[in-house]
């Protein structure tokens, strides 16, 4: 379940004289998109410059960089009411343009009759756009729709400006435009070195203070923020990167999660590497969508999230600004398209059906194509991507994902396996292309004596079992385990090696528990045919199985020679996979005259 209204709220963090910062605070999952997978809860940073005269005596308003969306507006105003009176002219810099976001700075022109938005030129277009857009009511509804007040004036910054603000502070204005964020401007405060970053370094975590105590405390989110939401825009992502490296930042504070002072420059290196991964990929996915209200965009995040674990590279493009050149380019050099579209009014957006009509004219029959996208009462335009493509020869990797409204978390887990499966597919159509030109001859990497030796290396063969959640939010998941290693005495606690593309890997993060079923010699044989089979995406790793439970919570298999609970306290990139290092805080021996069944390998190659 989403946070409830009263568990919401806004604090204010004084940065200095004439500058706070309004943070929105919320401790459980805000909403079911991918990005707030990790559960921490979340924040929303706006910043208010006090009402003040430049250093040329003209008097300034207050000035409000980055408002918050709709999920915060009672705390929000209420404690903007505190400081800004209600004739005063302000101004609201609008970093981040969508449906909820308009719908809250509706009710601050409301609040404040002389509201100015300040914009980049995509973002006054689609505020333009969606200023007196509804939500289509349900069928029936005699419910009375507010009143919407008048678009305020727009400060359009059409490329990099400056603004003066009061007490010397100055405002650079930097347009940030994305595939994702279309609209985005970040903003420089030039006298305080503050970088107020909107989407970009930002992370789900809910955090009362200011600034992170260090890098080690936030990294985790943060990287998982970038493979949700970067990763498909990589190559865009790393020109903003290269653009704010050359200004003179002492602080970055992002529109989400604690603000970064000491160790900024390690983290715009982070989005470098991070992004070199995109960059190595052999094989790509495009994926063109367009999204009314969000809930296209996050079944489209979801989608990337998962082929992104495979190693395969996704290029994401808005239809709605995507130039001609370069929606022909992606369709032409990648492995697979995914095209996703709303529902409006009973038809697809026209963005979509010209990108129908490019895919259908230059689209290779050979490549697989995905269809997804959310609808309120009806479904039409997913119905017309499907048989266009059907009756142009199109093979599917996936039956069409359509969702009702906004996906929940369930449907987003069971994306992110269909997006997993379509990278893990392309990857397998790869190596048989490899080995057909190899002429069935031997890889060298199988042949050397060194992976030969490596595969001599022996682990206990376990199933790794977990849960996450309650009731209908609630998660699970299950693997065959044989890099598992004891890695501390005091405390307790073992390591195990994940691959990047399991289903279990997004649920064994930092603070995630699981059960560890340590199988036994001679009865390895049903665990391991149940859980090494595929899973189509979505599915009940334990249907039909008898379980016990740890303390925990976690599935424990009757058959196993013992079992162990754990709870993950650190993470490390490793390759293709992540060590996961856990504590371990119980346990016990089913069998204590069994043996521990191992894997023996021929090749350190594979498993």
């Known amino acids: 379940m989403g946070a409830s209204d009263a568990e919401r ?4 963090l004084a940065i200095e004289p004439g500058l706070v910062c309004l943070r929105g605070l919320s401790p459980k999952r805000l909403r079911f998109e991918v990005e707030y997978g990790l559960e921490r809860g979340t924040s929303a940073n706006s910043f208010l410059f006090t009402a003040g005269t430049t250093a040329t005596g003209q008097p300034v308003p207050p000035v409000l960089v980055h408002p918050p969306g709709e999920s915060f507006a009672a705390p929000f105003l209420e404690q903007l009411a505190g400081l800004v009176p209600a004739e005063a002219a302000l101004k609201v810099v609008v970093g981040h343009v969508n449906p909820n976001r308009v719908s809250l700075l509706r009710r601050l022109a409301s609040q404040w009759p002389q509201l100015m938005l300040v914009a980049s030129n995509t973002g006054a277009k689609l505020l333009a756009e969606l200023w007196d857009q509804r939500k289509p009511a349900p ?38 435009p994305t595939p994702r964020w279309p609209g985005a401007l970040i903003a420089f405060e030039q006298k305080t070195g503050l970088l107020m970053s909107g989407k ?18 936030t990294e985790e989110d943060r990287r998982y923020y970038y493979d949700c939401l970067m990763a498909p825009i990589a190559r865009q992502v790393e020109v903003v990167v290269n653009r704010l490296d050359e200004l003179p930042i002492r602080t970055i504070a992002p529109g989400h999660g604690p603000a970064i002072a000491e ?32 809930n296209t965009a996050a079944i489209a995040d979801a989608l990337a999230q998962g082929v992104g674990r495979t190693g395969v590279r996704v290029e994401s493009i808005n239809c709605e600004f995507a130039p001609a050149d370069q929606l022909l380019s992606a369709i032409r050099s990648c492995d697979a398209v995914l095209i996703g579209s709303p529902t409006l009014g009973g038809h697809a957006p026209t963005p979509i059906v010209s990108a129908l009509g ?5 689209g290779d029959r050979a490549k697989p194509v995905g269809v997804f996208g959310s609808f309120g009462w009806s479904g039409e335009a997913l119905d017309l991507l499907e048989s266009k493509l059907r009756d142009g020869g199109f093979q599917f990797a996936f039956e069409p994902i359509k969702v009702k409204f906004s996906p929940d978390a369930a449907t987003i887990k069971t994306i992110e396996e269909t997006g997993t499966a379509l990278g893990r597919s392309l990857l397998v159509e790869q190596r048989r292309s490899q080995r057909r030109s190899a002429a069935g001859g031997l890889s060298e990497s199988r042949s050397d004596p060194a992976v030969l030796a490596l595969g001599r290396l022996v682990g206990s063969l376990c199933v790794l079992t977990t849960r996450k959640g309650e009731g209908e939010t609630r998660l699970s998941g299950a693997m065959v385990a044989s890099w598992v290693s004891q890695a501390s005495f005091s405390p307790p606690g073992l390591t195990v090696a994940v691959a990047r593309d399991r289903a279990l890997e997004s649920l064994l993060h930092v603070g995630d528990g699981f059960a560890l079923n340590v199988l036994a010699a001679g009865r390895q044989s049903g665990p391991m045919k149940q859980f090494l089979q595929p899973f189509p995406p979505g599915a009940d790793r334990f249907a039909g199985l008898e379980l016990q439970e740890s303390p925990g919570g976690y599935p424990v298999l009757p058959e196993a020679l013992a079992w162990l609970e754990g709870r993950v306290k650190q993470r490390m990139e490793c390759g293709d996979h992540w060590l996961v290092y856990a504590e371990l805080s119980s346990g016990g021996l089913l069998d204590p005259t069994g043996v521990t069944a191992v894997h023996q390998r021929r090749s350190g190659a594979n498993y």
């Open 139 to 176: 069928p029936g509804s005699t419910q009375p729709e507010p009143v919407i007040p008048p678009l305020p004036a727009i400060d359009v910054v059409k490329q990099e400006a400056t603004r003066p603000l009061g007490d010397g502070h100055e405002l650079t204005l930097i347009p940030t």
């Open 358 to 362: 490019t895919l259908l004219a230059e």
């Open 9 to 12: 709220r806004v604090i204010q």
């Open 263 to 294: 160790s900024w420059r390690s983290l715009l290196a982070d989005y470098r590497r991070w992004g070199e991964t995109q960059d190595r990929a052999r094989l790509s996915v495009a994926l063109l969508f367009a999204s009314a209200y969000g």
């Open 200 to 217: 970009f370094f930002a992370a789900h975590l809910c955090s009362e203070v200011l600034a992170e105590s260090d890098r080690n405390s």
